[in-house]
Every structure is written in structure tokens, then in C-alpha cells.
């Protein structure tokens, strides 16, 4: 038994996970003459308990693929979303906070009545937003997929991988998800929760499978996938991206640093490495750097799916 399959057969699968695969297939049928993508997000809990009160979490709030969601949907594509419950999900991710109440006011007429309109001065942000997202629902190009442990996002992934193996190469996976290195076995956690009062606990933590090769090996052979390496250290980053190039032989790793991720990425292949960075302006001007890069991402899909990458 390989380490990816004795990790599954320790973890039982998420609560209705067998319903969530069924609405997959479906929406993947629905769209069976678009091209589609898997975009992960956000980042994945590691449970100190059985009953969880504590966990170890990983750094992401769930920026790129949020706002990469956006980007596909408006190119066309079919969107399969998984993300971390709570993280930032695509269109309400602009509004956090007190953004949308800003954006309105209350107006009292003679009769006391209260009705609530739109700032005039925010409809050029808010209705080019509003018609991308009913377009999407309308056309059935958008589905949302949830989890938080380590072990259901595995479970889905693995899943939702498997039903887009009958896309073949007009399916994208986008694994910009911060997904957890280590773990804890199931057998070896507490049932409850840990108490204080018997000191300091010792951890013994696991490394996590490395799911990438089963997933471009078995599971989505014929898919383009593309995985993210996030380092802070810009001396090891393109090595690091070619060396799981090599080991994992899938076409594309998306290098950025931890200091100017949200500004410039690489773009690694086995044959080439391409530069995305956002001009000074363009930064002012409130450019995302994942419209640049999803328009990339885009052209070398096609140059895949012709057999040219």
C-alpha cells in the first residue's frame, strides 16, 4: 500500500461527500462543451483531537483563488470552486467588512417608508460584479465546494478529480490552495480535548503524501495541471518549481513570494520560466495580478488542449 493510500485509509470521507461528488458530475456534464476548472483555495486545518477544539492551520485567506474565479468565469470557463469554509469566496470577497453597507442609503419618503438604493458612485464597482455573477448562475458555470481538515480536502480532491478525468485535456486543476505538509495520524489523536493541567503536550507530526502524483499519474492523466510553490526565499524558488516539475510531470508551476505574491509571479514550465508583475500604475490603479496571470494560464491551456504543450 503507497503512502497516499494507507493516509485515506485512515480518514474516513467528509459528511455528505458522495451527494457533493453527485452535484459535480452533474455540473461537469451540464458544462460538457466548455472547458473546466478546479480551483482550490484557502488553506487546510490539521485536528489535535477527534472532538477538534484545536488544530494547526495554514496561512491563507484564500486571495488568488477567490479572485482567479472571477477571471475564468469571465473567460468562459466552468468553475468548480473548492474552498475553505470562511475563506474569501469569489464576488463577496470585495465586500468585506463595512464595504456593502457603504454602498447604501436609506431613503425616508413623505408616508415614513424606508427604501434602500445603491450609491450612485459605486455602481461602476458593483454592476459589472453583479452581471459576471448572474450570467455565471444563469449559464450553470459556477459550483461551490467546501471543506476544512486536511483530510477532507484530500477526500475531495481526489473525488472531484475523478469525474473530471472524462473531461480529459479541457480540464484545468489550479491547486492554489495552501494545503497542510504535516500531520497527525487519525489513531493517534485524542478523543477529547487536550487538558492544560497535564502539562505541555508532545506532538509528533507526519509528513503529508505528496497527492500531486497520483493525481497527474491516475486520477486526472489527461488534465492540465497546474500546481503553486510559495517560498521566502527567492534563491531556492524556480529550483524548487523545476525539481516538482521533474518529479511530478505535470505541466506548470506557479512560483511566488511570500513579500510579492500579491504583485508578481513566475510562471514555470519544463522548457520555460515567464515573469507576471504588475507596473506601478497598475498597482495604483487596483490591477490583480490574477487577471494577468488567468489570461496566461488561458493561452497555454489551448496551446494543451492542440497538443502543443
Known amino acids: 500500500m503507497t503512502n497516499w493510500e494507507t493516509f485515506y485509509s485512515k480518514y474516513a470521507p467528509p459528511p455528505k461527500y458522495d451527494l457533493v461528488l453527485k452535484d459535480v458530475s452533474n455540473f461537469s456534464q451540464s458544462n460538457e462543451h466548455r472547458r473546466i476548472v478546479l480551483i482550490t483555495s484557502g488553506g487546510t486545518t490539521v485536528p489535535l483531537e477527534h472532538n477538534t477544539v484545536r488544530y494547526v492551520d495554514n496561512f491563507s485567506a484564500g486571495t488568488r483563488g477567490s479572485a482567479s474565479t472571477e477571471y475564468f468565469l469571465q473567460e468562459g470557463y466552468a468553475v ?56 455565471a448562475i444563469s449559464e450553470n458555470r459556477l459550483i461551490k465546494v467546501g471543506f476544512t481538515s486536511l483530510s477532507d480536502y484530500l477526500w475531495l480532491l481526489r473525488g472531484v478529480a475523478g469525474v473530471l478525468a472524462k473531461a480529459g485535456s479541457r ?31 508532545v506532538i509528533s507530526l507526519w509528513l503529508v503524501p505528496k497527492i500531486l502524483q497520483p493525481l497527474v499519474s491516475l486520477w486526472v492523466p489527461d488534465a492540465f495541471v497546474i500546481s503553486f510553490k510559495l517560498e521566502t526565499d527567492d534563491s531556492i524558488l ?44 497598475e498597482i495604483q490603479s487596483g490591477v ?17 488542449i492542440e497538443g502543443n504543450l
Open 80 to 135: 468548480i470552486f473548492m474552498h475553505r469554509i470562511n475563506s474569501l469566496e469569489p464576488f463577496v470577497r470585495h465586500f468585506q467588512g463595512h464595504d456593502l453597507l457603504n454602498m447604501l442609503e436609506l431613503k425616508d419618503n413623505e408616508e415614513g417608508e424606508t427604501s434602500i438604493s445603491v450609491k450612485s458612485d459605486s455602481l461602476p464597482k458593483l454592476a459589472p460584479l453583479l452581471r459576471l455573477y448572474k450570467k
Open 171 to 201: 480540464a484545468m486543476l489550479y491547486l492554489a490552495a495552501a494545503v497542510s505538509d504535516f500531520y497527525i495520524p487519525a489513531d493517534e489523536l485524542p478523543e477529547h480535548k487536550i487538558q492544560s493541567k497535564e502539562g505541555a503536550p
Open 238 to 281: 524556480i529550483s524548487k518549481a523545476h525539481d516538482a516539475l521533474d518529479k511530478y510531470k505535470h505541466k506548470l508551476v506557479i512560483g511566488n513570494l511570500l513579500q510579492t505574491r500579491k504583485h508578481h509571479v513566475v510562471l514555470v514550465s519544463a522548457t520555460e520560466e515567464t515573469d507576471l508583475k504588475l507596473t506601478p500604475e
Open 288 to 304: 490583480e495580478i490574477e487577471k494577468k496571470l488567468v489570461a496566461e494560464l488561458i493561452q497555454k491551456h489551448s496551446l494543451f
